[in-house]
């Protein structure tokens, strides 16, 4: 037999395995990467704010959607590179120079001069912010037992809520006082605070191979190439979606041609058929964001333009979302519920497709507009169970020396689907009358008019119900049945 572990130890590690996330052993940790990603979403919620400001600052309105862009695709190429490289080295060095890459886009794009600049700026923050989820990811699966993950899950999302409320009013203010550029350079400073919490105790408990024989193997170059090439393929079909012209099939085809080998080598075998298990898992956290979130961009336009709201007010109509998408999380991390994970995850894809469909209800002028913020208040609960659920049960059902790589496939699935889906969603929106609509928004901050192109809004709503339908029976497929 094996020799006994000392009296210390053993005490330590029996009391590790009753305390939940904040006990003495995870507190310093779970701290740490809960911090990262409140400054995560921070980021994401102040700069929406503060982007159409810089765009016209640096004269770069015709290249504003590629600075959204230039984040989603290079973040995509980072989360494979920090799979293999967690996989190998463990996770701390790939989430330290992820928060670095980070704060460096940052302070690159608040310094920009020119609107190329700005768009290299936000590039390099997208390569922080994909070695960051994954390595996070790996970080969970590895320091944290199962029976709290879903608690650590729940705190991600509660990371969230604050952000999402007061994200658009403080970066709103900094902006109109200080100006646009404080928003970013602001925001590295505060960066030093999470890493001298996290990185100790991830060297401490997550450092390191989970496989010592797989820190001698080479990174895979086959997975890298196919990395590079879902980036490229997903900007291309993104730029193609913005522009309705027979030119725009060609860059659409070679999108395509990247993207469809891309998928098949990087995401499990069976995805695309929802096959049970990981698959489907992975699978279902694509539908699940990409058709939630596609809808939900156009949301504040929807208000604004043909129900007369102002901005501040359609924005604040999707902020009580924050809390019940952090309810949703609560809900799922409850021990009891865990043999129905399952059926959670169908409801949560019932209620993400309902609230998709009923909020175009607001484009019938007897509509009251606070049905929208109802509607979407649900729709966040059941995303809240939702994608805390798939991820979950990612980490479940990988092996140690795998977490790094399936994580990377299921961000790989959210991110891709939000592309393609916002893509499909922008180019019906454009065909039926978008692009007038837009003209005329602008026009309403100016003159009070506005245009009305229902047609073009239920064209995005509509299709993205369905697909958040088509998500509730995947749903159905994620739990492996027993033999």
Same mark, same amino acid.
Request: charge should be positive; charged fraction near 10%.
């Given at each position: 037999?094996?020799?006994?572990?000392?009296?210390?130890?053993?005490?330590?590690?029996?009391?590790?395995?009753?305390?939940?996330?904040?006990?003495?052993?995870?507190?310093?940790?779970?701290?740490?990467?809960?911090?990262?990603?409140?400054?995560?979403?921070?980021?994401?919620?102040?700069?929406?704010?503060?982007?159409?400001? @810089?765009?016209?600052?640096?004269?770069?309105?015709?290249? &504003?959607?590629?600075?959204? %862009?230039? &984040?989603?695709?290079?973040?995509?190429?980072?989360? !494979?590179? %920090?799979?293999?490289?967690?996989?190998?080295?463990?996770?701390?060095?790939?989430?330290?120079?992820?928060?670095?890459?980070?704060? =460096?886009?940052?302070? +690159?794009?608040?310094?920009?001069? %020119?609107?190329?600049?700005?768009? /290299?700026?936000?590039?390099?923050?997208?390569?922080?912010?994909?070695?960051?989820?994954?390595?996070?990811? =790996? !970080?969970?699966?590895?320091?944290?037992?199962?029976?709290?993950?879903?608690? *650590?899950?729940?705190?991600?999302?509660?990371?969230?809520?604050?952000?999402?409320?007061?994200?658009?009013?403080?970066?709103?203010?900094?902006?109109?006082?200080?100006?646009?550029?404080?928003?970013?350079?602001?925001?590295?400073? +505060?960066?030093?605070?999470?890493?001298?919490?996290?990185?100790?105790? *991830?060297?401490?408990?997550?450092?390191? #191979?989970?496989? #010592?024989?797989?820190?001698?193997?080479?990174?895979?170059?086959?997975?890298?190439?196919?990395?590079?090439?879902?980036?490229?393929?997903?900007?291309?079909?993104?730029?193609?979606?913005?522009?309705?012209?027979?030119?725009?099939?060609?860059?659409?085809?070679?999108?395509?041609?990247?993207?469809?080998?891309? =998928?098949?080598?990087?995401?499990?075998?069976?995805?695309?058929? @929802?096959?049970?298990?990981?698959? %489907?898992? *992975?699978?279902?956290?694509?539908?699940?964001?990409?058709?939630?979130?596609?809808?939900?961009?156009?949301?504040?336009?929807?208000?604004?333009?043909?129900?007369?709201?102002?901005?501040?007010?359609?924005?604040?109509?999707?902020? !009580?979302?924050?809390?019940?998408? /952090?309810?949703?999380?609560?809900?799922?991390?409850?021990?009891?519920?865990?043999?129905?994970?399952?059926?959670?995850?169908?409801?949560?894809?019932?209620?993400?497709?309902?609230?998709?469909?009923?909020?175009?209800?607001?484009?019938?002028?007897?509509? #009251?507009?606070?049905?929208?913020? !109802?509607?979407?208040?649900?729709?966040?609960?059941?995303?809240?169970?939702?994608?805390?659920?798939?991820?979950?049960?990612?980490?479940?059902?990988?092996? #140690?020396?795998?977490?790094?790589?399936?994580?990377?496939?299921?961000? *790989?699935?959210?991110?891709?689907?939000?592309?393609?889906?916002?893509?499909?969603?922008?180019?019906?929106?454009?065909?039926?009358?978008?692009?007038?609509?837009?003209?005329?928004?602008?026009?309403?901050?100016?003159?009070?008019?506005?245009?009305?192109?229902?047609?073009?809004?239920?064209?995005?709503?509509?299709?993205?119900? =369905?697909?958040?339908?088509?998500?509730?029976?995947?749903?159905?497929?994620?739990?492996?049945?027993?033999?």
């Amino acid at each position: 037999m094996p020799d006994a572990l000392p009296g210390d130890l053993t005490s330590e590690v029996a009391g590790a395995a009753a305390e939940g996330v904040l006990g003495r052993t995870y507190r310093a940790l779970s701290i740490g990467i809960v911090s990262v990603v409140f400054l995560i979403a921070f980021e994401a919620t102040a700069v929406g704010t503060a982007m159409p400001v @810089a765009a016209r600052e640096l004269h770069g309105i015709p290249l &504003y959607a590629f600075a959204f %862009s230039a &984040y989603f695709t290079t973040s995509l190429f980072a989360m !494979v590179l %920090s799979g293999q490289w967690a996989d190998r080295r463990g996770p701390l060095q790939p989430l330290a120079t992820g928060i670095t890459a980070f704060g =460096v886009g940052l302070l +690159l794009s608040g310094a920009a001069g %020119s609107m190329w600049v700005f768009i /290299a700026g936000r590039a390099v923050q997208g390569l922080g912010g994909g070695l960051v989820i994954v390595a996070l990811y =790996v !970080v969970i699966g590895r320091a944290y037992p199962e029976r709290i993950r879903p608690a *650590i899950m729940a705190a991600f999302a509660a990371s969230w809520v604050i952000p999402s409320v007061v994200g658009p009013l403080a970066a709103g203010t900094v902006t109109e006082q200080l100006g646009w550029r404080w928003v970013f350079v602001g925001i590295p400073a +505060l960066i030093v605070i999470p890493l001298a919490l996290a990185l100790p105790q *991830i060297r401490r408990m997550a450092s390191g #191979p989970a496989d #010592p024989e797989a820190s001698a193997q080479p990174y895979d170059r086959r997975r890298i190439r196919l990395a590079l090439g879902i980036s490229a393929g997903a900007g291309l079909l993104q730029y193609a979606g913005q522009e309705l012209n027979w030119l725009a099939v060609l860059p659409a085809a070679a999108g395509v041609a990247l993207l469809v080998p891309a =998928v098949r080598g990087l995401l499990p075998t069976g995805t695309v058929r @929802a096959a049970r298990g990981l698959p %489907s898992v *992975i699978l279902l956290r694509g539908v699940a964001a990409g058709s939630f979130i596609a809808a939900e961009s156009f949301v504040p336009l929807m208000l604004v333009t043909q129900r007369g709201l102002t901005p501040t007010m359609a924005g604040l109509s999707l902020a !009580v979302g924050g809390a019940t998408w /952090a309810l949703g999380s609560f809900v799922q991390s409850r021990p009891r519920l865990e043999p129905y994970r399952g059926r959670l995850m169908v409801s949560g894809m019932v209620l993400v497709a309902a609230s998709i469909a009923l909020a175009p209800t607001v484009l019938i002028p007897a509509v #009251p507009v606070w049905i929208v913020a !109802v509607a979407w208040a649900f729709g966040c609960f059941g995303m809240g169970m939702v994608i805390a659920s798939t991820s979950v049960l990612l980490l479940k059902l990988s092996a #140690p020396e795998e977490a790094g790589s399936n994580s990377a496939a299921l961000q *790989i699935s959210d991110g891709l689907s939000n592309v393609l889906l916002l893509a499909m969603g922008g180019a019906a929106f454009a065909a039926l009358g978008g692009k007038a609509l837009g003209a005329a928004a602008h026009g309403t901050a100016a003159t009070g008019a506005t245009g009305s192109h229902p047609m073009a809004f239920a064209a995005v709503f509509l299709p993205m119900a =369905v697909v958040a339908a088509v998500g509730a029976w995947v749903a159905t497929r994620v739990v492996v049945r027993e033999k």
